[in-house]
């Protein structure tokens, strides 16, 4: 499994960004993925998740109602919008996948087998 995330970069507190991961190696009906970030100095922290079959969707409480989860099944490709962005979001972030992800574990990094390379997320005051 390769993840390929992109779309990171410098704005604005209050611009929008939308991020995108780029899965490939095999079906991810049966995964989760989800996105962390980590800034620094700080642990991973979850983010946001989504189940490839049905579209469940989980947010940290930090991001929810400003960034939006999707996926698109035909492009392999997990996107997050992010919308009304505070210095606080600076951070890199990272996609990641897994097929053995329960509802319980969703939010941990460790429940996930796969990670992408990270995109550096900065937003200035």
């Known amino acids: 499994v390769q993840l390929q995330a992109s779309g990171g970069g410098l704005v604005q507190a209050g611009d929008s960004l939308r991020l995108s991961c780029a899965a490939s190696g095999r079906t991810f009906s049966s995964y989760a993925m989800g996105w962390f970030r980590q800034g620094p100095g700080t642990e991973r922290e979850f983010v946001s998740a989504i189940r490839w079959s049905g579209g469940s969707t989980y947010y940290a409480d930090s991001v929810r109602g400003r960034f939006t989860i999707s996926r698109d099944s035909a492009r392999n490709t997990m996107y997050l919008q992010m919308n009304r962005l505070k210095p606080e979001d600076t951070a890199v972030y990272y996609c990641?996948?897994?097929?053995?992800?329960?509802?319980?574990?969703?939010?941990?990094?460790?429940?996930?087998?796969?990670w992408g390379q990270g995109t550096q997320v900065t937003v200035s005051s």
């Open positions: 990641a996948a897994g097929s053995r992800v329960i509802l319980s574990t969703i939010r941990s990094k460790l429940a996930y087998d796969y």
